[in-house]
């Protein structure tokens, strides 16, 4: 099983709705990150999981949580919806913890808060 | 506070030509820097990485070049080919933190035939 799949590719959720990303990490990724990329900007780290424990979190709200599972799956969940979560969010995972191999990214999931 | 800048949005170079992305940091504890190369509609890929205790790493057409002293790296890409035309990102990650990245805004690379 190669590369990462999130999904959906596209939602869109109304302000104050919750919301569930998800993302399927390449077979024996035992890390995973999430990253929001707002219009015309770079990502934004949120947070990472390594062996379905947090062990990284940027500077997020906890209104942006997460789980890692077994099976090298992982969800992001966003509560209270605002207009500003509209943005690309995007999974990466890596084989190992660390930035000398370059981490793995999907697709992503773009978020439209109406 | 942006940590990782790209100051050039935009680059048009011809085709065989070489490309020079820049990109400047702030944080002294960057340990690692790598660059990424993003297509609409796709997730970023990565194409090469430096650590702080090298000042060039090389990786067929693409070099990456790291300034300790002026908190300065930059990707070269020779020959450039139209194939490259793209959104580039520099990131960089303190040393033993794990995945997290801080990203550049991004450059758009064009290249002309």
């Known amino acids: 099983e190669t590369g990462v799949t999130q999904s959906p590719t596209h939602l869109i959720k109304t302000r104050g709705q919750q919301v569930t990303l998800r993302c399927s990490s390449q077979?024996?990724?035992?890390?995973v990150s999430w990253y929001q990329q707002a219009l015309g900007q770079g990502p934004q780290f949120i947070f990472q999981?390594?062996?379905?424990?947090?062990?990284g979190r940027g500077n997020f709200p906890p209104r942006f949580s997460g789980l890692q599972f077994p099976n090298y799956s992982s969800e992001l969940n966003v509560n209270a919806l605002e207009l500003d979560d509209s943005a690309l969010y995007l999974c990466a995972s890596s084989l190992v913890q660390g930035p000398r191999y370059g981490y793995t990214f999907g697709s992503g999931t773009r978020l439209t808060v109406v | 506070d942006q940590q990782v800048k790209q100051n050039s949005p935009s680059l048009s170079v011809q085709e065989g030509r070489i490309s020079i992305l820049n990109c400047d940091y702030t944080?002294?504890?960057?340990?690692?820097f790598l660059w990424y190369k993003k297509y609409p509609a796709e997730g970023p890929t990565f194409l090469i990485s430096i650590s702080s205790i090298k000042d060039k790493n090389e990786d067929g057409r693409f070099t990456v070049f790291l300034n300790k002293s002026a908190k300065h790296l930059s990707l070269h890409i020779v020959p450039s080919q139209p194939g490259d035309s793209a959104v580039y990102f520099c990131a960089a990650s303190p040393n033993n933190a794990g995945n997290m990245l801080t990203f550049g805004g991004g450059t758009r690379l064009m290249v002309k035939p």
């Open positions: 999981y390594y062996r379905e424990e947090e062990n």
């Open positions: 077979s024996g990724h035992n890390t």
């Open positions: 944080n002294s504890m960057f340990d690692y």
